[in-house]
C-alpha cells in the first residue's frame, strides 16, 4: 500500500472516531408549538339524491261556517196556472120557455180572488119529437146564487133541427171565457134554449158544467 493511501485511511478513522466522540446524549422535547392558522374552506361537495317522498298528513279538523251570503234578488214571475175547477154532470128534467133560457147543471160556488178568469165549457143532449125543434146551449153564470143568470156570450151551438115526427137525441155544446171580479162569488151553470122559439119539454136533459179556475 502507498503511503499515501495509508496517511488517508487514518484521517478518515481519526475524523469518525472525533464525530463520535462529539456526539451526546438525545435530549428532552420541547413544548408543542401553537395552532396554526385554519386553511382555506374546501370546495362545496356535490348535492345528494332527494330522499323518497313522506306520507301524507292526517286531515285537520273541519273549520267554521262562513257567513251568509247576501239575499239574491227576487226571481222572475212564474207561469200562471190553474187554480180550481167547480163540475156538475146530472139529467134534470128541462123545458125551455118560447124564446127563453133555462140554466141546469148548476155548479156549486166559487169566491173569486185578484186577477183570476174562468174557463166554462157545456154541454146538453135532449129527446126531440116535435119537427121544427133544435136545442142550442149557452155557458152561463151567476153572481146572486142563481137567482139571476148571464150569459157569458151571445153566441150559442145549435144542433141538428128535428125534421121528422120520430123522436131523436139532438146534442150541443159550448165554451168561453170570463174574468171574474175580485170578491165576488160565482155560481157556472148550462143555459138551454130551443132555437126556433117553439119551445119543448119537459123532457129529460142531460148536461154537463165544467168551469176551470185560472189565474192570468
Known amino acids: 500500500m502507498r503511503s499515501f493511501e495509508v496517511k488517508a485511511i487514518a484521517a478518515a478513522v481519526v475524523m469518525v472516531m472525533g464525530l463520535a466522540a462529539c456526539s451526546g446524549s438525545k435530549g428532552t422535547t420541547g413544548p408543542e408549538g401553537t395552532t396554526g392558522s385554519a386553511g382555506p374552506t374546501g370546495l362545496t361537495g356535490a348535492t345528494g339524491l332527494t330522499g323518497a317522498t313522506g306520507l301524507t298528513g292526517a286531515t285537520g279538523a273541519i273549520g267554521p261556517a262562513g257567513a251568509a251570503g247576501a239575499t239574491g234578488p227576487a226571481g222572475a214571475q212564474g207561469i200562471s196556472g190553474f ?113 126556433p122559439g117553439a119551445g119543448f119539454g119537459p123532457v129529460t136533459c142531460p148536461c154537463s158544467t165544467t168551469a176551470t179556475i185560472a189565474s192570468h
Open 83 to 195: 187554480i180550481a175547477t167547480r163540475v156538475n154532470q146530472a139529467s134534470p128534467s128541462c123545458s125551455p120557455p118560447v124564446n127563453g133560457t133555462i140554466s141546469i147543471c148548476a155548479t156549486t160556488s166559487y169566491l173569486a180572488g185578484a186577477n183570476q178568469t174562468a174557463i166554462i165549457s157545456v154541454s146538453a143532449s135532449v129527446m126531440m119529437t116535435p119537427v121544427g125543434s133544435g136545442l142550442g146551449v149557452y155557458p152561463m153564470y151567476s153572481t146572486d146564487g142563481g137567482t139571476t143568470w148571464n150569459r157569458v156570450h151571445e153566441h150559442y151551438m145549435l144542433s141538428a133541427n128535428a125534421s121528422s115526427t120520430n123522436s131523436f137525441v139532438v146534442s150541443a155544446s159550448n165554451n168561453g171565457t170570463l174574468s171574474l171580479t175580485s170578491g165576488s162569488t160565482y155560481v157556472f151553470a148550462t143555459g138551454v134554449w130551443d132555437p
